[in-house]
């Protein structure tokens, strides 16, 4: 009989609203691991490997990545409606965390590999370019891909909201203890480099730091794909791409955060990886200046469920957001007083300061993002009937990659007009460059995405609304339990 094991099933979800652990240790320490995959590789030095090391002509990246967004725009919907559709024994979003780890690592891998093979090239040589442009097309389908598997899973891996926060504390709080120490090491090794301690170049040192940190945190992203279980039930139907599509369009969380990401991708920086390097080549400024904030930013962690009972979600959201950026402004005058910007008795303890402040927030920046778009998520179920979590991770993010994109050709543009130097040795720019560089990694932030506040002022679920909304949830997976548990199985 089917009714006992329905029974059970159903007394299993109509105890989500109630604090209940589902994810055992083994599955939790693989969350973990995911997390630290997320971070394991060496993409804050991305500036400098594409201006400095692959050298990538500025116009033709100021061309290209308007046309990437569009493919990126493409692929993601093709991919979100294909997904949503996905009922297998291993899940919806499983399959596709096991083929991202076993796909993408080899085109990462050859994308950091082709500044050794490349990279003396000129700027504009056409072999080098069309190889460019198929490893990012290719690259951005498998990421994708891998972006919209992740969202799902870390949506439907446990049923109970208090489980869910949870693992996404732990898993923040324990990552950030080792995933910074790809790019931490690698800005060591830069500094060595550019400043003859070793006689090992630039491009040997971004081919093994790309092949070392892709290959361990694809091993990590396969161990999680493997553990992880899916406990959020699905509806017996698959939506349809049109119902999917109506579902986002009356999800006002959903939209605003649409909005705010949208509104804060116009927030420009060129890096200040490329500031620190060319301007007071010291590359390992940011691990030097983040000691005590490495310090503070666990205990942040500490008091996110606290500060979630006495402040609202929007001006969480906004804390976290925003106050890296408002911080900056302290920076930039600073470095402004004279030419402040080029010493580093100075730029130290003013990016010290900034960092260590900035790191008190850290947790709620890191915690509160993520639980907002499983907010969304559930608040699409609540209302529609049915889960979307491909389509709502999808509709989330392209309005943020559409004008990061067209902030990534302006980045290019502005790099040029201000003369930068491709290819340059170390503090090797003009004044008048390395004066505008600063300018750029300090004061253009803070304008830049200060409109971004105003979507999260508006946003609209409250502790009580949250209450109901997950206690009808519950009720309703459990009868969808029941329903799925009488269905007559295969032979």
Known sequence: MAQPA?????????????????????????????????????AKHDSLYLTDVLRIDFDFTAAFKPILAVWD???????????????????????????????????????????????????????????????NVIRNLADSAGAIARTGIIATITPDIRDRTRLITQAQLLSGFVEKAPEILLGMLIDLSNNDVIGTPLPTIFAWGGVLTVIGGGLMSFYFAIKSRERVPQSLEPPKIKESFRSLSGNRPLILMMLAEFLGAFSLNPGTSLYFTNVLKFNTMSTVTGIPGAIVSPLSFAYVPKLRTK?????????GTHAGDILLLFVFFVGRIGSNFKRLAVMIPAFMLQETLFMTVWGVRKVIPEELRNEAIDYGEWKNGFRAESMTGVAKGLPNKLVTSLGE??????????????????????????????????LLPVVTSAIGIIPKLMYNIDQKTRERMYAELAERRSRLSVSEAEQPKDA
């Open 6 to 42: 329905a029974e059970s099933q159903a007394s299993e979800h109509r105890e989500a609203p109630k604090s209940r652990r589902y994810v055992d240790t083994k599955e939790s320490v693989g969350f973990v691991l995911y997390d630290v995959a997320a971070s394991w590789n060496i």
């Open 73 to 135: 725009v493409i692929n993601d919907i093709f991919l979100a409606s294909f997904i949503e559709k996905t009922r297998t024994r291993f899940g919806k979003f499983r399959p596709y965390l096991i083929a991202y780890a076993l796909i993408a690592v080899p085109i990462i891998v050859f994308y950091y590999t082709m500044g050794s093979i490349w990279g003396a090239r000129p700027t504009t040589d056409i072999t080098k370019l069309a190889v460019f442009v198929v490893i």
């Open 311 to 319: 402040l609202s979600t929007r001006t969480l959201w906004i804390a």
């Open 409 to 442: 050709s302006v980045k290019a543009l502005i790099l040029k007009y201000i003369g930068y130097e491709q290819g340059a040795k170390a503090g090797t720019q003009t004044f008048e460059t390395e004066r505008k560089l600063f300018t750029m990694v300090t």
